[in-house]
C-alpha cells in the first residue's frame, strides 16, 4: 500500500475543503512550488483529504518516514509551505 499524507482535519475545516478535489501548491524549503491536488475520500462516514504525490515529495526532498514535517498553510491561495523538518534519526 503506498503511502499517503492526509490533510489535518482542522486545516481542512478552517480552509473550507468541500469539493472532491481541490488544488493545492506546496513550496519546499529550497523555495520551489509543486502542484499537488486535494482529493477527498470517505473513511467510514468521515470525510479526509489525501494528498497526491506525496510519496514523490518525500523522496525528492529527502524526508523519511517518521519525520517531523513544520509548514505554514496559507488559505488564500491554498498555499503549504515546508518550513522546518525534523529527522526521526536526528541527534
Known amino acids: 500500500m503506498e503511502f499517503m499524507q492526509r490533510m489535518p482535519a482542522n486545516v481542512v475545516r478552517f480552509a473550507g475543503f468541500r469539493n472532491k478535489v481541490h ?22 462516514d468521515r470525510v479526509r483529504y489525501a494528498i497526491e504525490g506525496w510519496p514523490m515529495f518525500m523522496r525528492e526532498n529527502g524526508i523519511n518516514l517518521g519525520d517531523t514535517m513544520h509548514f505554514t498553510f496559507v488559505t488564500s491561495g491554498n498555499l503549504l509551505i515546508l518550513s522546518h523538518v525534523d529527522g526521526v534519526n536526528a541527534g
Do not use: F, P, S
Open 23 to 44: 488544488e493545492l501548491k506546496v513550496i519546499n524549503m529550497n523555495g520551489k512550488t509543486i502542484d499537488m491536488n486535494l482529493r477527498r475520500q470517505k473513511n467510514g
